[in-house]
Antibody
Framework: EEQLVESGGGLVKPGGSLRLSCTASGFSFSSYDMHWVRQVAGGGLEWVSGIGHGGDTNHADSVKGRFTISRENAKNSLYLQMNSLRVGDTSVYYC??????????WGQGTTVTVSS | DIQMTQSPSTLSASVGDRVTITCRASQSIGPWLAWFQQKPGEAPYLLIYQASNLQNGVPSRFSGSGSGTEFTLTISSLQPDDSATYYCQQYNNYSGYTFGQGTKLEIK
């Protein structure tokens, strides 16, 4: 079964840092683009960052310069390093597998709360 | 940045109805549009990719069409399990993904 499992969420103060992880199983992780998408409670979806299977990266303007996406293919793992966190970054963060034009496998999400 | 606008924001329909949700892009995105279904407490679920391709396992009552700036998701015969929020999503090589604001579909 193709599966993604996120971890690393929690409560952090404004200005703090957090590193999210996503572990893949059941498919050839190194062959796929991977993404982070977030969702405010009761709100819509916002794409955060993506990394190609070749390692090229892209970030939403709202997180550029603060968040960094990376991957470690040997560990079937995706990461999101989040620095200079703001209250507005409070969300459920999902990792998702990218296929041409879509995101076809999603994790269950991990909750990040930024509050003093 | 490319903006995605869905309509309507909410929709109420009866079992068996034909339902259409529209998504408009602020500039042409070719066929690079996907549709997702999300139920409360769950992750989004891919229904349609590249505007009109049905994801494996998705019931055939779901269909997608369009290209360029205007796209539609159609449910041909609404079922009780279709109560959910639906999102469109575009992919642009330079600016990444953008989601529409969502359409909440309620069953009467």
């Amino acid at each position: 079964e193709e599966q993604l499992v996120e971890s690393g969420g929690g409560l952090v103060k404004p200005g703090g840092s957090l590193r999210l992880s996503c572990t893949a199983s059941g498919f050839s992780f190194s062959s796929y683009d991977m993404h982070w998408v977030r969702q405010v409670a009761g709100g819509g979806l916002e794409w955060v960052s993506g990394i190609g299977h070749g390692g090229d990266t892209n970030h939403a303007d709202s997180v550029k310069g603060r968040f960094t996406i990376s991957r470690e293919n040997a560990k079937n793992s995706l990461y999101l390093q989040m620095n200079s966190l703001r209250v507005g970054d409070t969300s459920v963060y999902y990792c998702a597998r990218g296929v041409p034009g879509g995101l076809d496998v999603w994790g269950q999400g991990t909750t990040v709360t930024v509050s003093s | 940045d490319i903006q995605m606008t869905q309509s309507p924001s909410t929709l109420s329909a009866s079992v068996g109805d034909r339902v259409t949700i529209t998504c408009r892009a602020s500039q042409s995105i070719g066929p690079w549009l996907a549709w997702f279904q999300q139920k409360p407490g769950e992750a989004p679920y891919l229904l349609i990719y590249q505007a009109s391709n049905l994801q494996n396992g998705v019931p055939s009552r779901f269909s997608g069409s369009g290209s360029g700036t205007e796209f539609t998701l159609t449910i041909s015969s609404l079922q009780p399990d279709d109560s959910a929020t639906y999102y469109c999503q575009q992919y642009n090589n330079y600016s990444g993904y953008t989601f529409g604001q969502g359409t909440k579909l309620e069953i009467k």
